[in-house]
């Protein structure tokens, strides 16, 4: 069975710009989770989907949103993009839930900022 | 102070010692997660647990849920276990994780 797959796997944009990410799961998970990490703030929660609805949001401004589609695969999107952006962007996918079972992480998006 | 609390932040051990890893919350979880990840940057999920002991190989997590806390157990400890290793705890029966701020383990042979 493949893995969780994220494109682009390095991106660099400059302050201002917008960018999506892009997170295909594990056939037949319908849970998505983004988290974002960093040095200073370590792995933070973005949000979680399933079947195509948003369950839970974190503490992130507005600028950074998502999406799943029907096929379960899911888009992050962060638009105005500031030098704090800078990060590793991991998705994972379950079956149910990361309250519910174990999560699969992708390998991640690491997005620089200029 | 953060929900989720791990002890130590860095731990340097010699090849074949016995290490203990400390995970602590402050509210009721539906779950908690133990994962492990190499320089690189991949996350990989070692244990997921709600109650009681798992066992995989050389690795044991156990938790408590009445005192809300959890250890993660390397036995017989190898170079090649050399990561930071994370808790993660679905607090409240949401479907989202709140992150310790990890354990850098290094074993030296």
């Known amino acids: 069975k493949a893995g969780v797959t994220q494109t682009p796997r390095y991106l660099i944009k400059t302050r201002g710009q917008q960018v999506t990410l892009s997170c295909s799961p594990i056939s037949g998970h319908r849970s998505v989770s983004w988290y974002q990490q960093t040095p200073g703030q370590g792995l933070q929660f973005l949000f979680e989907?399933?079947?195509?609805?948003?369950?839970n949001k974190g503490n992130f401004p507005g600028r950074f949103s998502g999406r799943q589609f029907s096929n379960s695969r899911s888009e992050m999107n962060v638009s105005t993009l500031e030098l704090g952006d800078s990060a590793l962007y991991l998705c994972?996918?379950?079956?149910?839930?990361?309250?519910?079972?174990?999560?699969?992480f992708g390998p991640g998006t690491r997005l620089t900022v200029l | 102070k953060n929900e989720v609390e791990q002890s130590p932040q860095n731990l340097t051990a010699q090849e074949g010692e016995f290490i203990t890893i400390n995970c602590s919350y402050s509210v009721g979880i539906s779950a908690l997660h133990w994962l492990q990840q190499h320089p690189g940057g991949g996350i990989v999920s070692l244990f997921m647990?709600?109650?009681g002991k798992k066992k995989h190989g050389r690795l044991i997590a156990t938790i408590n849920i009445q005192e809300k806390h959890s250890s993660l157990h390397i036995t017989a400890s190898h170079p090649r276990d050399s990561a930071v290793y994370i808790c993660?705890?679905?607090?409240?029966?949401?479907?989202?994780?709140?992150f310790g701020q990890g354990t850098r383990l290094t074993i030296n042979p």
């Open positions: 994972a996918s379950s079956l149910v839930g990361p309250a519910t079972d174990t999560q699969y």
């Open positions: 647990l709600s109650s």
């Open positions: 993660a705890a679905a607090l409240g029966g949401a479907q989202k994780l709140v």
């Open positions: 989907y399933f079947s195509e609805t948003q369950r």
